[in-house]
T-cell receptor, first 110, second 116 residues
Framework: DTAVSQTPKYLVTQMGNDKSIKCEQN?????MYWYKQDSKKFLKIMFS???????INETVPNRFSPKSPDKAHLNLHINSLELGDSAVYFC?????????FGSGTRLTVV | AQSVAQPEDQVNVAEGNPLTVKCTYS??????LFWYVQYPNRGLQFLLK??????LVKGSYGFEAEFNKSQTSFHLKKPSALVSDSALYFC??????????????FGQGTTLQVKP
């Protein structure tokens, strides 16, 4: 009965690799988001999709490409991973009120 | 541009004492304000929100927050702290700009440490 689920929970990979993080919500929300939490715990929006349409792209490198096959899913694909991409990535969804967050994916690039 | 500030990196309280975690905001128009809590190695959990109505908002786990328009503040409070309240707390404001994307703008977070 998880509301927003993202996989994997942990991801360790080498520089230069390409990886994907998946997110699914079963709340029926129209809008989904990706947030990045850096090593200092700062949280910042990366992308947002509303009904499969991109509505926010916050100056994120184009190595990051979100994909929304339907309004319940928002996946994040990252090409040519760099050390600085190491962070916790949170998926979230919302309708009109507060956002509901997934449990996060801790990405470590070595 | 809308922004949120949490002036304290860390707040320390003794168990049983009241706690306050501070938040101030800067918005154009009426603010939509939120508090979230993050336990170690966990996701963000929603605590409470202010959209409109009573200035005192009650939320989960006995937390409440007071919206003060004149001071542009939305401090999180609890009358009696528990050791299990120790976590990282985020204040956030919802973007209600022209695009109304619903994105959240977060403060930098405050670590609450409750000691027995």
């Amino acid at each position: 009965d998880t509301a927003v689920s993202q996989t994997p929970k942990y991801l360790v990979t080498q520089m230069g690799n390409d990886k994907s993080i998946k997110c699914e919500q079963n709340l029926g929300h129209d809008t989904m988001y990706w947030y990045k939490q850096d090593s200092k715990k700062f949280l910042k929006i990366m992308f947002s999709y509303n009904n499969k349409e991109l509505i926010i792209n916050e100056t994120v490198p184009n190595r990051f490409s979100p994909k929304s096959p339907d309004k319940a899913h928002l996946n994040l694909h990252i090409n040519s991973l760099e050390l600085g991409d190491s962070a916790v990535y949170f998926c979230a969804s919302s309708q009109e009120g507060a956002g509901t967050f997934g449990s996060g994916t801790r990405l470590t690039v070595v | 541009a809308q922004s949120v500030a949490q002036p304290e990196d860390q707040v320390n309280v003794a168990e049983g004492n009241p706690l306050t975690v501070k938040c101030t905001y800067s918005v154009s128009g009426n603010p939509y304000l939120f508090w979230y809590v993050q336990y170690p190695n966990r996701g963000l959990q929603f605590l409470l929100k202010y959209i409109t109505g009573d200035n005192l908002v009650k939320g989960s786990y006995g937390f409440e927050a007071e919206f003060n328009k004149s001071q542009t503040s939305f401090h999180l409070k609890k009358p009696s702290a528990l050791v299990s309240d120790s976590a990282l707390y985020f204040c956030a404001v919802r973007d209600i700009g022209s695009s109304n994307t619903g994105k959240l703008i977060f403060g930098q977070g405050t670590t609450l440490q409750v000691k027995p």
